[in-house]
């Protein structure tokens, strides 16, 4: 494969990716659209409003320019928000003259249409000008993955090949990398999490323990996985890196942008005010209106992300979200989670 790739994207996980594919010796072209950061990131080696602190390899060259970003590119890493997802692809697809690899780390769902980012990428991108699309997605924060500290997570293709050739593009001492053949379950599960995680921050911010944090991430999973099932996705996906690990790390982690903004909202802040004062994308915002019309539309039980939703968009406030759930009819708690299992192995077969 040729020694250069296009990361489109120059947040912190695009930033700390671009490290990653440094370290195993590939050439790293870093898009971002404002000029001040490509040329921080080109003539002092430091990205600090998303990295503050991390020096960056020289063979990291940042530019604000796509045609050079693509230019001899073999493979691209899309990291940016879910909802611009679209927009970039069109200006991708207009300078693009050559197949690539690409690859997308964005954890969310698009807005409006509800679609994943793999959906997103086939609707833009010809055939012609893509050689395969693989989601890498997992338990990772960008800052620790920038320390090098260890770091699993899985890449993720109905194509085998270009899961492989993803996995060794990445794949080094310090990450770690499976793969898998659920795309959708990967990207589901790395979407619906950031709204669990924006859970787990309000009942830290309501001064709520650890009891109240385990029920919510254990029940958040049931939810993740029912909608995950009906969709498409293999159940046991929920179990691996890309469900209960990134759901974990998300959950209980101060790095988690949703996980802080949930925290904020907990201790009586409005969405709006959060939202200005975190100064970069809570994906589980917009990820909870989408997962709270899928569920609508498809008929599917999720009370945890329509408790969510009705905190970020109704109102209502955290703590009569939480006794509304904890008043709730008695349920069976393995029941649905055999039903979807049972429903999806007849579905494959």
């Keep these: ?17 671009s490290m990653v594919l440094s370290d195993n010796g590939y050439n790293v072209s870093l898009w971002s659209h404002r000029k001040q950061q490509a ?12 990295l503050p602190g991390v020096v960056l390899s020289n063979s990291i060259k940042g ?21 611009a997802m679209r927009d970039v692809l069109k200006q991708i697809r207009e ?47 960008a800052e620790e993955v920038s320390l090098r500290h260890p770091t699993t997570v899985a890449v993720a293709s109905p194509n085998a090949q270009a899961a492989k050739t993803a996995q060794d593009l990445f794949f080094n001492h310090y990450f770690r990398v499976y793969t898998n053949e659920d795309m959708i379950g990967v990207e589901i599960g790395g979407a619906l999490k950031n709204i669990i ?20 991430i254990t029940r958040g999973l049931a939810e993740i996985s029912r909608l995950g099932t009906k969709l498409g996705a293999y159940p046991l996906t ?34 709006d005010e959060v939202l200005r004062s975190m100064g970069m994308v809570v994906e589980g915002v917009r990820t909870a209106e989408a997962a709270h019309a899928l569920a609508e539309r498809l008929n599917i039980e999720m009370p945890i ?40 192995m007849e579905q494959k077969h």
């Design 238 to 271: 929920f179990i691996g890196l890309t469900g209960m690990g990134d759901l974990i790390v998300t959950c209980t982690s101060v790095h988690s942008r949703n996980w802080r903004a949930g925290n904020m909202l907990g201790k009586g802040q409005k969405l």
């Design 305 to 344: 992300t329509t408790a969510i939703y009705q905190v970020l968009f109704e109102g209502k406030h955290p703590k009569n979200a939480v006794d509304e759930l904890m008043d709730r009819d008695k349920k069976d708690e393995i029941a649905p989670l055999t039903h979807s299992l049972n429903e999806r």
């Design 95 to 141: 300078k693009l003259n050559h197949p690539l690899l690409f690859i997308h780390g964005v954890k969310g769902i698009e807005p409006g249409s509800f679609k994943r980012m793999s959906e997103v990428i086939m609707e833009e991108i010809p055939e012609s000008l893509r050689s395969g699309i693989v989601v890498l997605s997992g338990p990772s924060h």
């Design 197 to 216: 995680a924006l859970g787990a921050g309000m009942l830290d911010g309501l001064g709520y323990g650890d009891n109240a944090k385990a029920a919510l």
């Design 63 to 83: 530019t604000d320019r796509l045609d050079e970003a693509l230019k001899d590119a073999s493979a691209l890493l899309l990291v940016v928000p879910a909802k």
């Design 1 to 17: 494969m040729n020694k250069k790739i296009a990361v489109i994207g120059a947040g912190s996980w695009g930033t700390a990716l």
């Design 39 to 50: 040329e921080e990131i080109q003539k002092q080696h430091t990205n600090e409003k998303y």
